[in-house]
């Protein structure tokens, strides 16, 4: 399967979309995305951009809502969401000195801006209070149309991850272990369901792929949606605190920036993540979690 599309289609018309579940990991597959120098990042995910973070109007802010929750077509909120996504691009461009260079110390010129598809990324997570999921406040999938009437091409890479890694991120922060696994078995229906809706637009790929072999994903993405396919020899992330040194949740936004290779990779990316986050799980959750999710997690290798 390839999301490639037709050549003719303007850089400009064309978007990439990282979608995952908030504490999967999509930041990581963010980052190797945005490392290819045809790829630039919005800067903030689109949860921030369509929110308060980045001070849109509550005018601008509640058409949107109303296009992602009813499907109308509004012009102007497609317009809206092109000038946002390329303002926060070119912030991203011209002062993150970390995406100012397309390989290591190779910068890129003014000019090349213009050329450049733009990279996104949205999350979603789970949510108890009944408004709050009526409104879909919880779950930027709903944002997921909107950009395809927005763009001639859309590419959207799904992220799944070990649900039960995914549980002990969401239980520290209050998610009871049922809401995750019905949450969990929810978003991943709705990546395979956009998948088989949307053919050659939209792939899965799952965290432990990255984990197991960043640069071999890497090549695999690219050449899915279409980018020049050279092997990736070096990728820029951003480091964040493992669990290990991260028990305090307040912890997570810290983060260093820096470019890897093949050879010291494992020395900024911990593969024993989903080990040590499924280890701080009591066994009556791990049973409770698989008890709702056994067939998808065995899917996708998870049992």
């Not at 002990?168 to 990546?191: E, F, I, K, L, N």
């Amino acid at each position: 399967m390839s999301v490639a599309g037709s050549s003719s289609i303007s850089s400009a018309d064309r978007l990439i979309v990282i979608a995952g579940m908030s504490r999967g990991g999509t930041s990581l597959l963010w980052n190797i995305v945005q490392s290819h120098p045809q790829v630039i990042d919005t800067y903030y995910e689109l949860n921030e951009i369509f929110g308060g973070k980045t001070d849109i109007r509550l005018a601008e802010k509640s058409c949107i809502e109303l296009e992602a929750l009813c499907g109308l077509p509004l012009p102007a909120v497609r317009r809206l969401t092109r000038t946002r996504l390329v303002r926060f691009a070119r912030l991203s461009f011209e002062q993150d000195e970390f995406n100012r260079e397309k390989r290591p110390g190779l910068r890129y010129s003014a000019s090349e801006f213009p050329s450049l598809r733009i990279c996104t990324k949205l999350v979603s997570s789970w949510e108890t209070d009944p408004l709050r999921k009526l409104l879909r406040r919880n779950d930027a999938l709903k944002y997921l149309p909107l950009l395809r009437r927005t763009y001639a091409q859309v590419a959207v890479i799904f992220l799944v991850r070990n649900g039960l890694a995914v549980a002990d991120g969401w239980g520290r922060r209050g998610a009871p272990v049922q809401t995750a696994a019905s949450w969990y078995r929810h978003y991943v229906g709705c990546y395979e369901d956009y998948v088989s809706a949307n053919p050659g637009q939209a792939l899965i790929v799952r965290f432990e792929d990255i984990l197991a072999d960043p640069f071999s994903l890497a090549a695999r993405i690219y050449a899915e949606i279409g980018l020049e396919t050279a092997p990736a020899q070096d990728l820029r992330i951003a480091v964040k605190p493992t669990i290990h040194a991260n028990v305090a949740v307040a912890n997570t936004t810290r983060k260093t920036k820096r470019w890897i290779d093949r050879h010291n990779w494992r020395d900024y990316i911990d593969v024993g993540i989903n080990e040590a986050q499924i280890a701080r799980m009591h066994p009556q959750q791990r049973q409770q979690f698989v008890s709702v999710t056994d067939d998808v997690m065995r899917k996708y290798g998870y049992l």
